[in-house]
């Protein structure tokens, strides 16, 4: 199993990234796909959701507006579109894999850092 997380890295305030987590090893279309983010001195957050078929999202409020999760089924990939971000967004950004039935599977990529600096 991976999940392989990309797209980050220092932009200005205002500006725009796009992270892509890349899945493989798991039948990625049965999965909820979330990323999550951690500053320095800080617990992990969540920033957004989206179901295994794309038709529930949940997003922070901190983000709300400004991020946009989606997700390609067929190429096994999960993006968040980021927007006028801004400094309190740099972290690391991470995604997860989630599938709960009788038991619950739980995959985490190892990250990808976003800095917001001028």
């Known amino acids: 199993v991976q999940l392989v997380e990309s797209g980050g890295g220092l932009v200005q305030p205002g500006g725009s990234l796009r992270l892509s987590c890349a899945a493989s090893g798991f039948t990625f279309s049965r999965y909820d796909m979330s990323w999550y983010r951690q500053a320095p001195g800080k617990e992990r957050e969540l920033v957004a959701t989206?179901?295994?078929?794309?038709?529930?999202?949940y997003s922070a409020d901190s983000v709300k507006g400004r991020f946009t999760i989606s997700r390609d089924n067929t190429k096994n990939t999960v993006y968040l579109q980021m927007n006028s971000l801004k400094p309190e967004d740099t972290a690391a950004y991470y995604c997860?894999?989630?599938?709960?039935?009788?038991?619950?599977?739980?995959?985490w990529g190892q990250g990808t850092q976003v800095t917001v600096s001028s």
């Open positions: 989206i179901t295994s078929a794309g038709d529930n999202i």
């Open positions: 997860k894999a989630r599938r709960q039935t009788f038991w619950t599977s739980e995959y």
